[in-house]
């Protein structure tokens, strides 16, 4: 029932409908922000999925081979590392995609401000890998969404465009060096442009999986040593299934009742890295003492007893 204070209080529709239009256009909430966990938890679920059903690239083929280029940026060719070689590798396996060079949404937008005609497919999802602090995981240092590059309209001149800019940035590091340094020694380095990312060892000997691998850590970090250096891997049927089951097991492990470990992807991915960055120092330091060995020592030439210079 109205009362006379309702009444006293009541507008017109005038003046509801001018207050209306003066009002902010922010939403009465905000929607949260994503942080560096959903993303991680993200990424965790996508891999637990892709060994659950079998389509992980982490997983032999019907002969025990792993065989995988490395996932690559196409705007400086350089190789990814740790998670963000892990996860952009599972999504190129995802598309059925037969390259493993990926740009990120920024470059497409360089690329279309720079008069290049590409844009990203209509309905083409990306993924977003989060670089965060190390010292505190839930601080985004940045991010970005990678597109392969089969979800790219006109991608060959996207990756012409970028391979003029690398071929730009490359005379100008050479120009400044030899204007700079006209007697230094250094061997000239090569330019990005002209590498072959999709190229593969000339070794066609697969490497094998360590007998003693237990941890699904210790699994993908030697998945990451036959990746950057363009070989083949070789898993036997048992450790695969046996690195399927624990891998899977990890990322869905719970902390708490009740409360997932949604940092575990981010986990798996550092220890694998770290492994394989410390076993390779170790290779090269073993090559390194070999190469030596094959170099004869010059014998120091003889110097006379002081008797003898007294003669």
Same mark, same amino acid.
């Given at each position: 029932?109205?009362?006379?204070?309702?009444?006293?209080?009541?507008?017109? *529709?005038?003046?509801?409908?001018?207050?209306?239009?003066?009002?902010?256009?922010?939403?009465?909430?905000?929607?949260?922000? +994503?942080?560096?966990?959903?993303?991680? +938890?993200?990424?965790?679920?996508?891999?637990?999925?892709?060994?659950?059903?079998?389509?992980?690239?982490?997983?032999?083929?019907?002969?025990? $081979?792993?065989?995988?280029?490395?996932? %690559?940026?196409?705007?400086?060719?350089?190789?990814?590392? =740790?998670?963000?070689?892990?996860?952009?590798?599972?999504?190129?396996?995802?598309?059925?995609?037969?390259?493993?060079?990926?740009?990120?949404?920024?470059?497409? !937008?360089?690329?279309?401000?720079?008069?290049?005609?590409?844009?990203?497919?209509?309905?083409?999802?990306?993924?977003?890998?989060?670089?965060?602090?190390?010292?505190?995981?839930?601080?985004?240092?940045?991010?970005?969404?990678?597109?392969? $590059?089969?979800? $790219?309209?006109?991608?060959?001149?996207?990756?012409?465009?970028?391979?003029?800019?690398?071929?730009?940035?490359?005379?100008?590091?050479?120009? &400044?060096?030899?204007?700079?340094?006209?007697?230094?020694? %250094?061997?000239?380095?090569?330019?990005?442009?002209?590498?072959?990312?999709?190229?593969?060892?000339?070794?066609?000997?697969?490497?094998?999986?360590?007998?003693?691998?237990?941890?699904? &850590?210790?699994?993908?970090?030697? *998945?990451?040593? #036959?990746?950057?250096? =363009?070989?083949?891997?070789? *898993?036997?049927?048992?450790?695969?299934?046996?690195?399927?089951?624990?891998?899977?097991?990890?990322?869905?492990?719970? &902390?708490?009742?009740?409360?997932?470990?949604? *940092?575990? $992807?981010?986990?798996?991915?550092?220890?694998?890295?770290?492994?394989?960055? +410390?076993?390779?120092?170790?290779?090269?330091?073993?090559?390194?003492?070999?190469?030596?060995?094959?170099?004869?020592? +010059? !014998? #120091?030439?003889?110097?006379?007893?002081?008797?003898?210079?007294?003669?």
């Amino acid at each position: 029932m109205e009362t006379k204070t309702d009444a006293a209080n009541a507008v017109t *529709v005038d003046e509801f409908e001018y207050g209306i239009s003066k009002t902010s256009s922010m939403p009465l909430f905000q929607k949260r922000e +994503k942080s560096s966990y959903d993303y991680f +938890k993200t990424l965790g679920e996508s891999l637990a999925k892709s060994l659950s059903d079998g389509t992980s690239p982490l997983l032999p083929d019907e002969n025990g $081979i792993i065989s995988l280029h490395p996932a %690559y940026n196409v705007n400086t060719n350089k190789k990814s590392e =740790g998670l963000a070689q892990l996860m952009l590798l599972e999504k190129q396996a995802e598309l059925k995609a037969p390259s493993a060079g990926f740009v990120t949404f920024d470059t497409v !937008k360089k690329a279309q401000e720079a008069g290049v005609e590409c844009k990203i497919m209509k309905g083409s999802k990306g993924i977003v890998i989060p670089v965060v602090d190390e010292k505190d995981w839930g601080k985004i240092t940045f991010k970005n969404t990678w597109f392969n $590059i089969s979800q $790219i309209e006109n991608s060959d001149k996207l990756v012409a465009w970028c391979k003029e800019n690398m071929t730009r940035e490359f005379n100008k590091k050479v120009q &400044y060096i030899n204007e700079h340094y006209p007697d230094s020694t %250094y061997s000239k380095p090569k330019n990005p442009a002209e590498l072959d990312m999709e190229r593969m060892s000339p070794n066609t000997e697969p490497l094998k999986l360590n007998d003693e691998t237990k941890e699904p &850590y210790q699994y993908i970090a030697q *998945v990451f040593n #036959a990746v950057q250096a =363009g070989r083949r891997l070789y *898993v036997p049927f048992q450790q695969a299934e046996s690195f399927k089951a624990k891998a899977a097991a990890l990322l869905t492990a719970e &902390y708490e009742p009740g409360k997932l470990d949604v *940092v575990a $992807i981010k986990k798996l991915a550092n220890s694998a890295e770290s492994l394989y960055l +410390k076993n390779k120092k170790r290779m090269q330091e073993i090559a390194k003492a070999k190469e030596q060995k094959k170099v004869p020592e +010059k !014998k #120091a030439k003889r110097q006379p007893k002081d008797y003898e210079r007294e003669r």
